[in-house]
């Protein structure tokens, strides 16, 4: 029940495309919802997070939308780059957690020039 | 003016050492983390601290012992390391509870 299920294991997206990365949760607990954005040789870096209070929050060309009653919530990247090229990870975790980040297994995304 | 830093980068040793990682925080955050991440890339949080207090603890092997000497710094202390603890270690810190955990560099350890 403490799962995150991310799909899919990697991605390869032309530039100017749209790059979506789905995530999948059962603990209905949860409700905290983050996307982390991870450079090869760096650390995870937060990318944009979302509440269930919404169903959408974007932030420049990167969107959160999420579905509470089907507990899934999807990270859509618009006009892809080629610097945006990273390993994504969606993340959940839920009040009186302290804060326990249960991380995806992450998604591996190439953006070719 | 690194916000989580950790010390070191890279840590090479063999079976059966002991080996400790160091992180520290400028952040003023109350709340510390360590995560392991396997060779799959697949990041697990190990530990929790806030203001020097053990929160979260995994099921982590007992070779495993996170110490906090003050807010700023969570350090951890691995011993009689294991080829399986070969992983990349990363630190990170939030202010409060659900807020955003800000992530250090990460320490590839090797056990050979």
């Known amino acids: 029940q403490q799962q995150v299920k991310q799909s899919p294991q990697s991605l390869i997206v032309q530039k100017g495309g749209i790059s979506i990365i789905n995530c999948a949760y059962e603990?209905?607990?949860?409700?905290?919802f983050p996307w982390y954005q991870q450079f090869p040789g760096k650390g995870p870096a937060l990318l944009i997070a979302?509440?269930?209070?919404?169903s959408e929050k974007k932030e420049g060309r990167f969107t959160i939308s999420f579905n509470k009653s089907a507990k899934q919530f999807s990270l859509h990247i618009m006009d892809s780059q080629p610097g945006d090229s990273a390993t994504y990870f969606c993340?959940?975790?839920?009040?009186?957690?302290?804060?326990?980040?249960?991380f995806g297994a992450g998604t591996r995304l190439a953006v070719h020039p | 003016d690194t916000a989580v830093s950790q010390t070191p980068k890279y840590l090479v040793t063999q079976m059966g050492n002991d080996k400790s990682i160091k992180c520290e925080q400028n952040?003023?955050?109350?709340?510390m983390y360590w995560y392991k991440q396997d060779s799959k890339k697949f990041l697990k949080i190990m530990f929790s601290?806030?203001?020097?207090?053990?929160?979260i603890n995994e099921t982590v092997p007992n070779r495993f012992s996170p110490k906090s000497p003050d807010k700023a710094h969570l350090n951890l202390h691995i011993n009689s390391l294991e080829l399986g603890d070969s992983a990349v270690y990363f630190c990170?810190?939030?202010?409060?509870?659900?807020?955003?955990?800000?992530f250090g560099p990460g320490t590839r350890l090797t056990v050979l």
């Open positions: 990170a810190s939030s202010q409060q509870t659900q807020d955003t955990q800000y």
């Open positions: 603990n209905t607990a949860f409700d905290y």
């Open positions: 979302i509440r269930p209070d919404v």
């Open positions: 993340a959940a975790s839920y009040s009186g957690g302290y804060n326990k980040l249960i």
């Open positions: 952040l003023g955050h109350d709340t």
């Open positions: 601290y806030n203001n020097k207090e053990l929160i």
